[in-house]
């Protein structure tokens, strides 16, 4: 008699509170299905949260509240290229001062200009420019300098933004030359029959 009553504290010891398949298919069930339920629905209410309400969206408005045209643009503007190769002719004639100045530089150099910026023909505040040298005032134009933008790898070559900063210079006074394309260096073994003759 005293095996009975063991027998039975020591069966209900090792057995959990689920007792038949129902309460097993329950557990599952709510240790489970009901966490994800809860954070599918977490997930809606916090994307939900970030748009406004339908009856708010005017016409040819996106759900941020920004017109579809600004939107468009500025998704082209973020999945545009980050570089282009651009193949130009190397024999082509360069461009004068005068040119790249009216194509380029006009805007802020020119009559009206910007403040702060020499203006064509002030000799007043080209002075001090001009005495850094040319050197200088281009290295100025291709990389930026304060406010001005760099104009290198523009649409025109490092030699004629050379060509519109000695027009510029020029014209408040300075005496630069104008700079011409580099020639292009020849084969070394031209050059060493060359130096040869030359040595006699």
């Known amino acids: ?89 190397a024999n082509r004639p360069l461009a004068t001062g005068e040119a790249v100045f009216k194509a380029q530089c006009v805007a802020c150099h020119g009559a009206p200009g910007i403040p702060g910026a020499p203006h064509q023909g002030d000799a007043a505040a080209w002075g001090p420019r001009i005495g850094q040298g040319y050197a200088t005032l281009l290295e100025h134009a291709l990389k930026g300098k304060g406010a001005m933008p760099a104009q290198g790898g523009g649409d025109f070559e490092d030699t004629e933004i050379g060509r519109a900063v000695v027009y510029l210079a020029n014209a408040g006074g300075a005496k630069f030359p104008v700079p011409e394309r580099a020639a292009a260096a020849a084969p070394e073994g031209t050059a060493a029959a060359d130096a040869a003759p030359a040595a006699k």
């Open 1 to 89: 008699m005293s095996d009975a009553p063991h027998n039975q504290a020591a069966e209900e010891a090792h057995t959990g509170p689920i007792k038949n398949p129902k309460q097993l298919l329950l557990a599952v069930f709510f240790s489970f299905i009901v966490p994800i339920l809860i954070i599918v629905g977490l997930v809606s209410f916090v994307v939900s949260g970030t748009h406004p309400s339908g009856s708010e969206q005017g016409e040819g408005m996106s759900l941020y509240g920004v017109s579809k045209d600004v939107r468009d643009r500025d998704i082209a503007d973020r999945l545009k290229k980050v570089g282009s190769v651009e193949i130009r002719d």
